[in-house]
């Protein structure tokens, strides 16, 4: 099982910035990837950002690029989703997602709200 703690959302004006962090304790493969996805009331989960290929690439949401950035510490088993220029259509619960590619296992973490105010 993997565990996975999320921190940093909060309210914040539109412009402003907060920066997402996700740690994951457990039984950690080293052939896992995570990534962040976000679900707003009365929409699908989606997702925001991800590391693919291995870890080797990311990938972004279209509305995200260039405002938002993915990050990682390999050695504390954290990723981090750090969020400029934030608008209110980010207004979401943010979830953490780890994959385990050894296993084929997925977890999710419990959710941070973030809120922009405009």
């Known amino acids: 099982q993997v565990q996975l703690a999320e921190s940093g959302g909060g309210l914040v004006q539109a412009g402003g910035s907060l920066r997402l962090s996700c740690a994951a304790s457990?039984?950690?493969?080293?052939?896992?990837?995570m990534g962040w996805y976000r679900q707003a009331p009365g929409n699908q989960r989606e997702l925001v950002a991800r590391?693919?290929?291995?870890?080797?690439?990311?990938e972004y949401k279209d509305s995200v690029k260039g405002r938002f950035t993915i990050s990682r510490d390999n050695a504390k088993n954290t990723v981090y989703l750090q969020m400029n220029s934030l608008k209110p259509e980010d207004t979401a619960t943010y979830y953490c997602?780890?994959?385990?590619?050894?296993?084929?296992?997925?977890?999710w973490g419990r959710g941070t709200q973030v809120t922009v105010s405009s």
């Open positions: 457990g039984r950690i493969s080293a052939l896992n990837v």
């Open positions: 997602n780890f994959y385990d590619l050894h296993v084929f296992a997925e977890y």
């Open positions: 590391y693919i290929r291995g870890g080797a690439d990311t």
